[in-house]
């Protein structure tokens, strides 16, 4: 079993930055397929970015270019660096891990996550 704790949300003014980590305990995640996800108040639980096990990443079209995802196997960590944070980027954010190295975007396609950590962008 995997447990995943995520730690720096917060607020900030947009156009401001964060970075989000999730660390993972227990079974080794080093191959595993990793991805950030956000719930915006009201929406449905949706993909922000994702890194497989090899080290590719992908991003959402919302996102590029202003969040870069991340990881550091030694550390069993991943990251989500987020610049330019805009009022749309608001949002409880969770990491999530699955058993398998490529990534996919569905939620259901991962079998750990995180409890969560709210970002909060001001205008």
């Known amino acids: 079993q995997v447990q995943l704790v995520e730690f720096g949300g917060g607020l900030v003014q947009a156009g401001g930055s964060l970075r989000l980590s999730c660390a993972a305990f227990g079974r080794t995640i080093d191959s595993y397929a990793m991805g950030w996800f956000r719930q915006a108040s009201g929406k449905e639980r949706e993909f922000v970015a994702g890194?497989?096990?090899?080290?590719?990443?992908d991003h959402a079209d919302s996102v590029k270019g202003r969040f870069t995802i991340s990881r550091d196997n030694a550390k069993s960590t991943l990251y989500l660096k987020m610049n330019n944070l805009k009022p749309e980027d608001t949002a409880v954010y969770y990491c999530a891990a699955r058993r398998f190295t490529t990534i996919e975007t569905a939620r259901y396609a991962y079998y750990y996550w995180g409890q969560g950590t709210q970002v909060t962008v001001s205008s």
């Open positions: 890194i497989g096990g090899s080290g590719d990443t």
